[in-house]
């Protein structure tokens, strides 16, 4: 398994400018995140989806879109970059067993907005 | 709101355990406690999670008190590559609408293993 994997690694935007930050995990799970990390910080939640067809906000969803139409794939929209929106953004899934949810998370896109 | 309070940093010499303490004072009755660490630029990596009983895997043991206001994660034997950001996290059983997916990543403990 490849896990959860993340394109591209890395992008400059300019401001204004939209892009798709991709997202595919092969686990078969359930559950995706997008988070965002910014300098020094923690992560926070941007968006989530419990399954194909199902997403919604998490802390700090303003300024992004997302779609789940299938189980691996979680894309993350970005219409109007801005340059509050420079940060790492990390995919995460899990498959929710039980009472517990082990989050997987892909390697990160490095994102800059200039 | 951070539910949890860790040091900032700690230091660890190589084949030393690495004991990184979690405050969590005001957790509910179904609220776990997991942890994840997260490797300079990498992504965040499950390490444990328990909700009162002490728990030990291949990479780890969590040691949480009797009244779990507060818990120790342990690395037995501490290596270089064990150097990272540890977060220390309190969230509901279950996702979906009971809250389960307000999983909070604060500031976390930065622990360097020294050679």
């Known amino acids: 398994n490849a896990g959860v994997t993340q394109t591209p690694k890395f992008r400059i935007l300019k401001i204004g400018q939209s892009m798709t930050l991709q997202c595919t995990q092969d686990m078969n799970h359930n559950y995706m995140y997008w988070y965002r990390q910014d300098p020094g910080m923690g992560l926070k939640l941007i968006y989530y989806s419990v399954g194909a067809g199902i997403t919604d906000k998490g802390e700090v969803p303003n300024g992004y879109n997302v779609s789940r139409s299938t189980t691996e794939d979680f894309p993350l929209r970005l219409e109007l970059a801005a340059p509050s929106q420079t940060s790492v953004y990390f995919c995460a899934s899990s498959p929710l067993a039980g009472d517990t949810d082990t989050q997987y998370f892909g390697p990160g896109t490095r994102l800059t907005v200039l | 709101d951070a539910k949890t309070t860790q040091p900032p940093s700690m230091d660890c010499a190589e084949g030393r355990a690495a004991n990184l303490p979690c405050n969590h004072s005001?957790?509910?009755?179904?609220?776990?406690v997991y942890w994840y660490r997260q490797i300079h630029s990498q992504g965040p990596q499950y390490i444990i999670h328990g909700l009162k009983n002490n728990e030990t895997n291949e990479m780890a043991s969590l040691i949480i008190t009797e009244d779990r206001k507060s818990s120790t994660l342990i690395l037995p034997h501490a290596t270089l590559r064990d150097t990272a950001v540890y977060y220390c996290?309190?969230?509901?059983?279950?996702?979906?609408?009971?809250?389960?997916?307000?999983?909070?990543f604060g500031a976390g403990t930065r622990l360097f293993v020294k050679a």
């Open positions: 005001t957790i509910s009755g179904n609220e776990y």
């Open positions: 996290i309190v969230r509901p059983a279950g996702g979906g609408n009971t809250g389960g997916f307000k999983t909070i």
